[in-house]
């Protein structure tokens, strides 16, 4: 059975497809939008964490910071973009995939990658991880898990892998800006104009298993 997902901030022209209640294509309409996480690092065992460099981060940095997130999907193609704005050196970096199979799956990260896809908990959750253990796997992993917790709040939980070890977590807690990312918040410090995503991220850390 399919249900539509009624959104009063969506233009009656605009159209989208329809999904099953709780798969991963109805999970990303209703995180779409412009989101502000407050992110914090903890060791494993739940102590404070003040900088996950020594931890082998993909983007390394001090702790507690404020990310801006826009999540932009149309029902069959993703773009997320993740935007530090305080608290570290502001960076932005992008993301993308489209709906394969009912699952998403994300452009390459990079030669030598795992392949990274987003799966279903039910409504409201996903996870975004390796497809197969593999190789490239101990190399750098980390789990994405990112639930709806109430209307317009979410938290997004990460497990960070370095060489096959667990080395830290990451914790944020989210509110949604904006139901739409059509445009740069006035809290994006790259400034109001310009596109919101940049050029899909890739990284060259799985280079040498190619």
């Not at 003040?50 to 069959?76: I, K, M, Q, R």
Request: net charge neutral; hydrophobic share 35%.
């Amino acid at each position: 059975m399919s249900k539509s997902l009624p959104d009063i901030n969506t233009p009656a022209e605009t159209s989208y497809p329809t999904f099953p209640i709780g798969s991963v294509g109805y999970n990303l309409m209703l995180m779409r939008g412009t989101w502000h996480d407050q992110v914090e690092l903890f060791h494993l065992d739940g102590r404070p964490l003040e900088d996950d460099t020594a931890a082998g981060s993909g983007t390394p940095g001090p702790s507690p910071f404020d990310n801006l997130v826009y999540l932009d999907f149309d029902g069959h193609r993703l773009q997320l973009t993740n935007v530090h704005f305080r608290g570290r050196t502001p960076t932005a970096k992008t993301f993308t995939g489209q709906l394969r199979d009912n699952l998403l799956v994300f452009d390459p990260l990079g030669p030598g990658a795992y392949e990274n896809i987003g799966v279903s908990g039910g409504v409201g959750i996903l996870t975004f991880n390796a497809l197969r253990l593999n190789t490239a796997c101990k190399v750098y992993m980390e789990p994405d898990f990112i639930m709806l917790t109430a209307p317009g709040q979410r938290v997004r939980h990460t497990v960070l892998y370095r060489d096959g070890v667990a080395t830290r977590t990451l914790t944020a807690r989210g509110v949604r800006l904006s139901p739409t990312c059509d445009r740069r918040h006035e809290l994006d410090p790259r400034g109001s104009d310009g596109p919101v995503h940049e050029t899909p991220f890739r990284s060259s850390i799985w280079a040498h298993l190619g």
